[in-house]
């Protein structure tokens, strides 16, 4: 693999997948744990989706407000800040949605 390959890659892994697993490993924690409950307490599918909308959206705007404010990502390559926490902001939403099939 070429050096150009390699840094491309390594730019994706740091810019993208980074975020994205961000987001989706602190989207998930900070999300289900209301919809559990919301779905176990009151037994409509419905009122637990209506909680975990709201769970994720205040996640993913507090965690991508996080990443986007945190470094402009011209010291450390991790590439353009509202990207990045656009990236973020998306991944609990896609939590939300993908467990309210579960119920």
């Known amino acids: 693999m070429s050096n150009i390959k390699k840094e491309h890659s390594h730019q994706f892994v740091i810019q993208k997948v980074q975020p994205a697993l961000l987001g989706l490993m602190d ?3 900070s999300t289900l744990a209301p919809i ?4 176990g307490l009151t037994d409509n599918p419905l009122k637990a989706f209506y909680v975990g909308l709201a769970a994720s959206l205040g996640a993913g705007i507090s965690m991508g407000l996080a990443e986007a404010l ?3 990502g ?3 390559g991790r590439g353009n800040p509202v990207t990045r926490g656009s ?3 998306l991944e609990p939403l896609s939590v939300v949605c993908c467990t309210h099939f579960l119920f």
């Open 87 to 89: 990236i973020t902001l």
């Open 27 to 29: 989207g998930s924690v």
């Open 74 to 76: 011209k010291v450390t």
């Open 70 to 72: 945190s470094d402009d």
């Open 36 to 39: 559990f409950a919301t779905a």
